[in-house]
């Protein structure tokens, strides 16, 4: 019988036609200690009634406005009383094993502090994300994407996971922190799981815990506020997390990284607007986020040997990249 509850909290932004499905399959979750937290992050379109009409027993959180999937998820975890802590985007579905399945695994062992699902295209056998892994520029990049889900089918130590659908470890997150309030959207799970990463906690993917996961619907991929917190976010996590030695070591790296995003977003995707302003906010955020890097700093027990082994090439990375860019 299960002993510690488990807290799942979903954050909402006018997804009320993604609601349904999505709680429905947490309800029908094989493990019985379990509580539940919707988070309305100011929707207009009725999901917080919808919530009160349809799902009374679920704890629901409306907020006055959006604060984004970090301050979403901060808010949730303030009334969150769970042992384990998973978030779980709107536009997911779960199978009714799921959370027994990641609390076994955390129960495994000590050094694992999280959780990778493996996270499919809803109505399709693909992988939207069978973890995350960090290149020698110290960008997040997923594992697997868009492999066929049979290429991922066995347990695996990941760097990081995409908090689609994720569990932590509350003491994991009392050790590194949890997401960054700063980041509102997008690499806000790059930057948690760099630090945890960097502190020595590992990430179990369970490839028997499969999510169907409608990619992007809350945002769209390369909507303008996509992009933007991309740009700025990206630019930040590398200030923040990187070890100092790697800073210098793979400098050249991160400038082709930077350019090639330029290249990608301004020349092909004529995102330039949107681009340019998350640079340029980036800056302006500098010191605050050179303030917080001397804490993650401190944090890392990870050898300088150990972090460079698990680095991806940012060669590698790109060349990925560019073959998953002609399949789309």
Same mark, same amino acid.
């Given at each position: 019988?299960?002993?510690?509850?488990?807290?799942?909290?979903?954050?909402?932004?006018?997804?009320?036609?993604?609601?349904?499905?999505?709680?429905?399959?947490?309800?029908?979750?094989?493990?019985?200690?379990?509580?539940?937290?919707?988070?309305?992050?100011?929707?207009?379109?009725?999901?917080?009634?919808?919530?009160?009409?349809?799902?009374?027993?679920?704890?629901?959180?409306?907020?006055?406005?959006?604060?984004?999937?970090?301050?979403?998820?901060?808010?949730?975890?303030?009334?969150?009383?769970?042992?384990?802590?998973?978030?779980?985007?709107?536009?997911?579905?779960?199978?009714?094993?799921?959370?027994?399945?990641?609390?076994?695994?955390?129960?495994?062992?000590?050094?694992?502090?999280?959780?990778?699902?493996?996270?499919?295209?809803?109505?399709?056998?693909?992988?939207?994300?069978?973890?995350?892994?960090?290149?020698?520029?110290?960008?997040?990049?997923?594992?697997?994407?868009?492999?066929?889900?049979?290429?991922?089918?066995?347990?695996?130590?990941?760097?990081?996971?995409?908090?689609?659908?994720?569990?932590?470890?509350?003491?994991?997150?009392?050790?590194?922190?949890?997401?960054?309030?700063?980041?509102?959207?997008?690499?806000?799970?790059?930057?948690?799981?760099?630090?945890?990463?960097?502190?020595?906690?590992?990430?179990?993917?369970?490839?028997?815990?499969?999510?169907?996961?409608?990619?992007?619907?809350?945002?769209?991929?390369?909507?303008?506020?996509?992009?933007?917190?991309?740009?700025?976010?990206?630019?930040?996590?590398?200030?923040?997390?990187?070890?100092?030695?790697?800073?210098?070591?793979?400098?050249?790296?991160?400038?082709?990284?930077?350019?090639?995003?330029?290249?990608?977003?301004?020349?092909?995707?004529?995102?330039? *607007?949107?681009?340019?302003?998350?640079?340029?906010? +980036? /800056?302006?955020? #500098?010191?605050?986020? $050179? %303030?917080? =890097?001397?804490?993650?700093?401190?944090?890392? *027990?990870?050898?300088?040997?150990?972090?460079?082994? +698990? /680095?991806?090439? #940012?060669?590698?990375? $790109? %060349?990925? =990249?560019?073959?998953?860019?002609?399949?789309?």
């Amino acid at each position: 019988m299960p002993t510690a509850l488990a807290s799942i909290i979903i954050v909402n932004f006018n997804g009320k036609p993604l609601l349904s499905r999505c709680i429905e399959s947490v309800l029908c979750q094989r493990y019985e200690r379990i509580e539940v937290i919707v988070v309305d992050n100011g929707s207009n379109d009725g999901s917080a009634t919808f919530m009160r009409q349809h799902f009374p027993q679920i704890k629901l959180i409306p907020l006055p406005k959006n604060l984004g999937f970090t301050g979403g998820n901060i808010e949730g975890l303030r009334h969150a009383t769970g042992t384990y802590v998973a978030l779980l985007n709107n536009d997911a579905i779960l199978p009714p094993n799921w959370l027994q399945l990641m609390v076994d695994a955390l129960e495994s062992d000590k050094a694992v502090g999280f959780c990778s699902s493996r996270i499919i295209i809803a109505g399709t056998t693909l992988i939207d994300s069978a973890g995350d892994t960090f290149t020698t520029a110290f960008t997040g990049t997923k594992v697997g994407e868009l492999a066929d889900m049979k290429e991922f089918n066995e347990r695996r130590y990941v760097p990081g996971a995409c908090a689609a659908a994720v569990i932590y470890k509350r003491e994991m997150l009392d050790d590194i922190g949890f997401l960054d309030e700063d980041f509102f959207l997008n690499h806000e799970d790059t930057d948690l799981n760099l630090r945890a990463w960097l502190a020595g906690w590992k990430c179990l993917f369970i490839p028997e815990a499969t999510v169907e996961h409608h990619v992007s619907t809350t945002i769209g991929k390369l909507s303008e506020t996509s992009v933007y917190y991309f740009a700025r976010n990206s630019l930040w996590v590398w200030i923040k997390d990187t070890p100092t030695y790697f800073l210098f070591r793979y400098f050249h790296h991160r400038i082709l990284y930077e350019l090639t995003s330029f290249a990608f977003f301004c020349l092909i995707a004529g995102r330039w *607007r949107p681009f340019l302003r998350g640079k340029y906010h +980036s /800056l302006k955020g #500098l010191l605050r986020m $050179l %303030r917080k =890097r001397k804490i993650v700093q401190q944090k890392i *027990r990870l050898s300088r040997e150990e972090i460079h082994q +698990s /680095l991806t090439p #940012l060669s590698g990375y $790109l %060349r990925e =990249r560019l073959t998953l860019l002609r399949r789309q």
